[in-house]
Nanobody, 115 residues
Framework: QVRLAESGGGLVQSGGSLRLSCAAS????????MGWYRQGAETERELVAV???????NYGDFVKGRFTISRDKAHRTVYLQLNNLTPEDTAVYYC?????????WGQGTQVTVSS
């Protein structure tokens, strides 16, 4: 069974930074695409950032240069650097991995930004 485990969430003040990590385990060599999504208490799940094996990235419009996604060379770990956080960034952040027909979600990590 393939699993994704997120870490690095927490409570931070407005303007602060966090670094999220997501590591894959189980019987998979690598994911073609890995990414981060988020869901607030009253919002639908939305794309934060994705990165392909070739390093192509795509970000949600709200990111506006504040976040950076990266991945390790083995394509089994993905990172999300969150800078200049605002209370509107408060949400559960979910890791996602895709490879062919396989799609895996992590359980999520809470990010809370206080004003």
């Amino acid at each position: 069974q393939v699993r994704l485990a997120e870490s690095g969430g927490g409570l931070v003040q407005s303007g602060g930074s966090l670094r999220l990590s997501c590591a894959a385990s189980g019987r998979i060599l690598s994911f073609t695409t890995m990414g981060w999504y988020r869901q607030g208490a009253e919002t639908e799940r939305e794309l934060v950032a994705v990165i392909t094996g070739g390093g192509i990235t795509n970000y949600g419009d709200f990111v506006k240069g504040r976040f950076t996604i990266s991945r390790d060379k083995a394509h089994r770990t993905v990172y999300l650097q969150l800078n200049n956080l605002t209370p509107e960034d408060t949400a559960v952040y979910y890791c996602n991995g895709r490879s062919g027909a396989l799609e895996v979600w992590g359980q999520g990590t809470q990010v809370t930004v206080s004003s």
